[in-house]
């Protein structure tokens, strides 16, 4: 008698994110900031709806940032960005990241996969470095990020309240491409706000 063969699952991919991908994207990000999540966000359900995830989406590509889904067997299963950390233009080499990962998928490699094309795609951008806050308790989401080459450079103790306790904030940080071994190529003022660091 033959064996049925074993098939094995599809495998995920990372690519820019679209317009028709948001209602999946929207059920991510409700689950989680239902049910938990390792960021500390304290938005409601349904702050977030498909116009207002559509204008950001389209914002962030304006801007030469990131915003990709991971696709498995035609299914979103998570989905990652990357914005300004700060908008004065001292800072306008330095992006801070979100990565949501749908969670019947959580611990399959897909956060990794995003991360790792969130740093690629903002280090091809010239973006200089990456930061990251993480629930303290969040411990997958912080090893994760040290195996990725992030450190932690500061900690905000029980700096937000969910789910009935308090929450660490733990900040991450990554250098990109030349990081600060070398000056970013020529700015102007046309490319952005003047004005000093503040």
């Known amino acids: 008698m033959t064996e049925a063969p074993v098939i094995a699952p599809p495998r995920a991919f990372v690519r820019p994110s679209r317009d028709d991908d948001v209602p999946a994207m929207l059920a991510i990000y409700r689950y989680h900031i239902a049910h ?10 349904d702050s977030l709806d498909v116009e207002d995830l559509k204008r950001r989406r389209k914002n962030m590509r304006g801007r030469r940032l990131p915003h990709v889904v991971a696709e498995r067997g035609g299914e979103v299963v998570g989905y990652a960005y990357a914005v300004p950390f700060r908008k004065r233009p001292a800072y306008r080499y330095a992006v801070k990241h979100s990565i949501y990962v749908r969670h019947d998928t959580q611990h399959e490699g897909i956060g ?10 903002c280090a091809a951008s010239d973006y200089r470095q990456m930061i990251g806050y993480i629930d303290g308790a969040n411990v997958a989401s912080l090893r994760l990020h ?9 900690r905000l103790p029980a700096i937000g309240y969910k789910f009935g306790r308090w929450a660490d904030s733990v ?18 003022a046309a490319d952005g706000e003047s004005g000093a660091l503040s």
């Not at 390792?38 to 938005?43: A, I, P, Q, S, V």
């Not at 040290?146 to 500061?154: A, D, K, L």
Request: proline share 6%; hydrophobic share 40%; aromatic share 6%.
């Open 112 to 121: 990794r996969m995003l991360l790792v094309a969130l740093v690629d795609a």
């Open 146 to 154: 040290e195996s990725c080459g992030f450190r932690e450079v500061g």
């Open 171 to 188: 900040i991450v940080q990554r250098s990109l491409g030349l990081g600060a071994s070398a000056p970013p190529g020529q700015w102007t």
């Open 36 to 45: 938990g999540v390792g960021d500390l966000g304290d938005y409601e359900p």
